[in-house]
């Protein structure tokens, strides 16, 4: 797997947007940026992924730079419940001995404050 | 149900005695996959588990674990002769999977907060 480096921590302002960046500068073609978060005592939950094109579901936006060497999440109106651990991932793809599985680094700390 | 489910929730078990830990994933969820949170660390894969082909046990730490998995629902892991530093959460996911090649993002369970004493 490729793997990933982020920024240890972040702070935000509430109602504003939180960018969080991430590079993956050894990613291969098909392998795919998955973001997740972990608030604390709970589960990871997934965010968004892409492979090539930028995406925006509802809860953030997701954007790949042309050469899929780094990519940014952006939660466009942090909230202080967004507070949590942000872990980018780039993950395998179909017929490689990785695939399906995701590799979490240390990820990113976003405190949001009021 | 509409979520992972994982039991017990916590458990708390004395060194050198054997744990069973549960995972009833999501219906229809053909991928399943174990990972181990220790306290203020990230997450280490154990195990994954997709539809009949055959696990990747890569991320099991010792011959002490193992884990099983009947069809594409329930998944048990197994930990004999526990030691303290087995103490952690032990998290399972599951997703689903489509022919482009990639998961749907993995939705994970509460997880099991075991405890070695």
């Known amino acids: 797997d490729a793997k990933t480096t982020q920024p240890p921590s972040m702070d935000c302002a509430e109602g504003r947007a939180a960018n969080l960046p991430c590079n993956h500068s050894?990613?291969?073609?098909?392998?795919?940026v998955y973001w997740y978060r972990q608030i604390h005592s709970q589960g990871p939950q997934y965010i968004i992924h892409?492979?090539?094109n930028n995406e925006t579901n509802e809860m953030a936006s997701l954007i790949i730079t042309e050469d899929r060497k780094s990519s940014t999440l952006i939660l466009p109106h942090a909230t202080l419940r967004d507070t949590a651990v942000y872990y980018c991932?780039?993950?395998?793809?179909?017929?490689?001995?990785?695939?399906?599985?995701?590799?979490f680094g240390q990820g990113t700390i976003l405190t949001v404050h009021p | 149900g509409a979520g992972v489910s994982q039991s017990p929730s916590n458990k708390v078990t004395e060194k050198g005695k054997d744990v069973e830990l549960r995972c009833d994933p999501i219906?229809?969820?053909?991928?399943l996959y174990w990972y181990r949170q220790r306290l203020g660390q990230g997450l280490e894969f154990l195990i994954y588990?997709?539809?009949?082909?055959?696990?990747?046990k890569s991320g099991l730490p010792s011959d002490r674990f193992s884990a099983e998995r009947t069809g594409e629902s329930v998944s048990t892991l197994t930990i004999q002769r526990t030691q303290q530093e087995d103490s952690a959460v032990y998290l399972c996911?599951?997703?689903?999977?489509?022919?482009?090649?990639?998961?749907?993002?993995?939705?994970f369970g509460s997880g099991t907060r075991l405890t070695v004493v």
């Open positions: 588990f997709q539809g009949n082909s055959a696990p990747d």
């Open positions: 892409g492979l090539k």
């Open positions: 991932i780039v993950s395998g793809h179909a017929g490689g001995t990785s695939y399906g599985k995701l590799t």
């Open positions: 996911a599951s997703s689903s999977s489509l022919g482009q090649g990639f998961n749907y993002g993995y939705t």
């Open positions: 219906s229809g969820h053909t991928a």
């Open positions: 050894t990613i291969s073609g098909n392998e795919y």
